[in-house]
């Protein structure tokens, strides 16, 4: 080992320089006003009586910090501790005068003293690097369990392990199955820091020997390359330098580590390239890339397997969690689907309003103006209200399929009955007009007939036509308005007109259950029907609600509840005002509402074009029903116009 022998210039260290040549000490002149160099051996610094003086306390205190072992000469008649250098700088106080054998052995003892900072100090310095590289891992290992983007998890996952090895570049490999179930690996990332330009394109490669990432992922073991280009003749791996070829790039350093889970499983291999001295150099030539590419150690082997072991669990957990979002996402679809199985006029309604819905609340986002000009949807949100714009209808499961599919006012077999009565009533009424006329011709025979048959027939005819028009006042009546409309007179007319049965009883025409029907002034649906589709919501709530949501989607139940609520109260099922109507409520509630209007034709309704229903929408923002800003951003940014 090399010591050094630091001193004043006029101190003469003749007197021991003999004894200390043997130690291998360099001695060397030293001034108050030098800067010192790093200490990189250990180090004894002998103050005379002239640097004393000169050497204030915190230099003293510096150069003790740096690792220099202090030896502290006495001044003539100075037999004790100079009270002007505080005790714990020093390492050895000589008294004068100073012999060779003291001064020696202070010098030796200075020399163990500085040698253990220097131990200590490394000690320090390791142990310090330890903890930033697992207080690093740590932080790394809780970015990589909070990452639910499968693909920013694996750019996260390269990039952190090219950052602690210094790597320039790096790719990312995962375990999948083929067609046939078989396991390959996918080439699924690659960063450059060098070649930031360089095009990415996903392939496949073999779980096998013939890559050096397949034979890291089938031996499961790390792959430790000091040059790629220089492969030992006997392995079995290859290095494909068509890369470097294309694009005018050195591969040399690399370093290929299976991610494995915590039961020895294989999921996928990092490969970092061209550990840097300099991690900001680019490799900009082959000159550069000889200066600055260094060999992995055998401890950043260490720390990018501990990352890899933590990466494998994490898009274990990604993958799982994807996984479930599909499943998810199956199920909605599923649900959606038994929906529109029980109403197919219906189909697509879910769809066109959850994109509304989504849309709506992408350009409130874009918003810079207005009561909405701060609010922001996270994409948890946007998934939010997306679910909960699709299962939003659910709960009509939970409806009569008679009332949720009910065309007009009548049901069909009730209307055939009228039908079926007026065909009775014409038929009672020709054979009273055959009967008439055969009971004249008895009576009379043919004097004055010509004069009873014209009455005859002028009353048939009467009846007949007041027939076909309690027919066609009833078929008129039974189709379902958007609003209010009707013959309601006529109607109680023919309620008080009778016929005879075939008991004879005089009954009415129209029976007081169908006027209330065929009286509906607006929609298909009387009070009790309407309260029973109205129900939809509580069911749909109700069936949300029992689905154990993740906490981004936890809403998903009362955005979904108040579809139907108005902001001035006068809405369903809890008849709830504006402070207690969610903004995502609000939203689609304004892409329900559109789309009910303006879907295609049903047996209830007539489509209506976007015009009149935003007239008609319109209507309901000044009566306070729908939230006037939300309308105006709907109308502006045409988001009926994507769906129409």
Known sequence: MRYL???????????????????????????????????????????????????????????????????????????????????????????????????????????RVSASKRDAARARAESAARMTEITELSEIGIRLTTEKNYNTLLDLILSQARRITQSDAGSLYVVEPDEQGAKRLRFKLSQNESRPDIPFVEFTIPIDHSSLAGYAATEGEPLVIDDVYMLPPDVAYAFNRSFDTRYGYRTKSMLVIPMQNHHGDVIGVVQLINRKRDPSVVLADPAEADRQIVSYSPHTVKIVKALAGQAAVSIENSQLYESIERLFEGFVRAAVTAIEQRDPTTSGHSERVASMSVSLAQTVDRARDGSYALVRFSPEQVRELRYASLLHDFGKVGVREQVLVKANKLYPADLSLIEQRHAFIMRSAQWRYQKERADFLEAHGLAGYPEFLRELDARFDEAAARLERFLQVVRDSNRPTVLAEGNFEALQEFSERKYETLDGE?????????????????????????????????????????????????????????????????????????????????????????????????????????????????????AGMLDPDLFRLFVAGKTFEQES
Do not use: C
């Open 5 to 111: 022998l630091l001193h004043s210039p006029s101190w003469d260290p003749a007197p021991v320089r003999a004894a200390l040549a043997a130690d291998q000490v360099e001695a060397r002149a030293f001034s108050a006003e030098q800067p010192l160099d790093a200490v990189d051996q250990p180090t004894a610094l002998i103050l005379d009586a002239e640097q004393r003086s000169r050497l204030s306390a915190p230099r003293l205190d510096a150069l003790a910090q740096a690792g220099v072992a202090i030896v502290a000469l006495g001044r003539p008649g100075e037999d004790y501790l100079p009270a002007d250098i505080p005790a714990d700088l020093l390492s050895a106080f000589v008294p004068a005068p100073a012999g060779p054998r003291q001064l020696l052995l202070a010098i030796r003892t200075a020399f």
């Open 506 to 622: 005089a009954s009415p025409y129209l029976s007081p259950v169908e006027v209330r029907f065929l009286s509906i002034r607006k929609g298909s649906l009387d009070e009790r029907e309407r309260l029973e589709i109205e129900s939809h919501v509580t069911h749909t709530y109700g069936f949300l609600r029992k689905i154990p949501w993740t906490r981004e989607l936890s809403q998903i139940p009362n955005i979904a509840h108040g579809h139907h609520e108005k902001l001035n109260g006068a809405g369903y099922p809890r008849g709830v005002a504006a402070p207690e109507i969610p903004v995502q409520t609000r939203i689609m509630t304004i892409a329900d509402i559109f789309d009910a209007l303006t879907a295609r034709d049903r047996p209830y309704k007539r489509a209506l074009p976007a015009t009149r229903a935003l007239d008609i929408m319109t209507d309901e923002v000044k």
